[in-house]
Nanobody
Framework: QVQLVESGGGLVQAGGSLRLSCAASGRTFSMYAMGWFRQGPGKEREFVATISWSTGNTYYSDSVKGRFTASRDNARNTVYLQMNSLKPEDTAVYYC????????????????????WGQGTQITVSS
C-alpha cells in the first residue's frame, strides 16, 4: 500500500494561484501513475489531472486545461499540481491518487484505476 499526504491547500482569491503537493511512500514511486481528483460541495468526485510514470505524460480535464499543471519529482517521491487563474468553481477537496503497476507512459483518468488515495486538502476560491 502507498501512503499519500497532500499539502498546500487553503483560501485564495479568484485569479490567484496555489500549488498542491502530494508526498508518497514506496520504493517504486517512479513507476506509479499519479492522479489528481476533486470533490466540490454537493458534487461527485471528478478527475482533474494525471501524470504518467517515467515519461511524465499529462492529461487534464477540460475544466482545468491551460490553468493547471501536473508535475512530479521522482527523487522526492512527490507529485505537484500548480493551479493558476483559480475560479470559485475550483473550490473543492483535492485528492491525489496513485496507480501501482501502471503501464509505461500511460495516463489514467478514471478514479477506479487508482489503488491508493490521500486524505485530501481543501481549496477554497473566493470571488
Amino acid at each position: 500500500q502507498v501512503q499519500l499526504v497532500e499539502s498546500g491547500g487553503g483560501l485564495v482569491q479568484a485569479g490567484g494561484s496555489l500549488r498542491l503537493s502530494c508526498a508518497a511512500s514506496g520504493r517504486t514511486f517512479s513507476m506509479y501513475a499519479m492522479g489528481w481528483f476533486r470533490q466540490g460541495p454537493g458534487k461527485e468526485r471528478e478527475f482533474v489531472a494525471t501524470i504518467s510514470w517515467s515519461t511524465g505524460n499529462t492529461y487534464y480535464s477540460d475544466s482545468v486545461k491551460g490553468r493547471f499543471t501536473a508535475s512530479r519529482d521522482n527523487a522526492r517521491n512527490t507529485v505537484y499540481l500548480q493551479m493558476n487563474s483559480l475560479k470559485p468553481e475550483d473550490t473543492a477537496v483535492y485528492y491525489c491518487a496513485a496507480k501501482r503497476n501502471a503501464v509505461y507512459g500511460f495516463t489514467y483518468y478514471r478514479d477506479t484505476s487508482y489503488d491508493d488515495w490521500g486524505q485530501g486538502t481543501q481549496i477554497t476560491v473566493s470571488s
